[in-house]
């Protein structure tokens, strides 16, 4: 069973930085895909950015681009998301996903099998 550990969320104010953490077994992190999604009450939830770790492929939505910067740190077999510049918009429940196949490219929710709890991040303006 894959397990996957978020952290890191909380509140700030618009303009401010947050950065998440997603730490799993050496096995996942070595073999997985890695990817962070968000969800608002009522909405689908959004890809917004992914990692291969065996080489540090990245892959980013529009919506994040030059503001967010997934990366990985092997020694903790853990994943980040680096947020700055946030936006009020940027209000969501924030999930770890991986998947045991390459998606670069793809951040469809639908293709990820292993989930974690979530971390609420909560940008005012």
């Known amino acids: 069973q894959v397990q996957l550990i978020e952290s890191g969320g909380g509140s700030v104010q618009a303009g401010g930085s947050l950065n998440l953490s997603c730490e799993t077994s050496?096995?996942?992190?070595?073999?997985?895909?890695m990817a962070w999604f968000r969800q608002t009450p009522g909405k689908e939830r959004e890809g917004v950015a992914g990692?291969?770790?065996?080489?540090?492929?990245?892959y980013y939505a529009d919506s994040v681009k030059g503001r967010f910067t997934i990366s990985q740190d092997d020694s903790k077999s853990t994943i980040y998301l680096q947020m700055n510049s946030l936006k009020p918009d940027d209000t969501a429940m924030y999930y770890c996903?991986?998947?045991?196949?390459?998606?670069?490219?793809?951040?469809?929710?639908?293709?990820?099998?292993?989930w974690g709890q979530g971390t609420q991040v909560t940008v005012s303006s």
């Open positions: 996903a991986a998947e045991p196949r390459l998606l670069l490219s793809r951040l469809d929710p639908n293709d990820f099998n292993s």
């Open positions: 050496q096995y996942t992190y070595k073999n997985y895909y």
């Open positions: 990692i291969w770790p065996p080489n540090a492929l990245t």
